[in-house]
């Protein structure tokens, strides 16, 4: 049970991290070229959202793999901890939008 609280929560991060690495870089590199830049750091975190998501869940298709077979073939546990998984990374990844939206005055 530790193990896959741990997962959860390296899955949440792991997408926490993305949107705001990814967000900040980008507009920083975006202030170099231009005076002002075009996008906010909020636009450039909503962009990002899905590819935290699957940067945390391991960037394959086990989880919807996962997911079929357990709506298919009537297995539930494993279907619940990917569903869990995707909770937990679609929550990091909306956490750093958020985040970056109230930074950013949005």
Do not use: C, D, N
């Not at 793999?65 to 990374?89: H, K, W």
């Amino acid at each position: 049970m530790q193990q896959f609280v741990a997962q959860l929560a390296e899955a949440f991060f792991l997408a926490l991290g993305v949107v705001l690495g990814g967000s900040v870089s980008g507009y920083l590199g975006m202030a170099l070229v231009e005076p002002h830049p075009s996008r906010s750091l909020a636009q450039i975190a909503a962009r990002l959202k899905i590819w935290g998501m699957v940067t945390a869940l391991g960037g394959t298709f086990a989880t919807f793999q996962t997911l079929e077979a357990g709506i298919l073939g009537g297995e539930v546990r494993p279907m619940i901890r990917q569903l869990l998984y995707l909770l937990a990374s679609f929550s990091g990844a909306h956490l750093g939008y958020l985040l970056l939206r109230g930074v950013g005055g949005e």
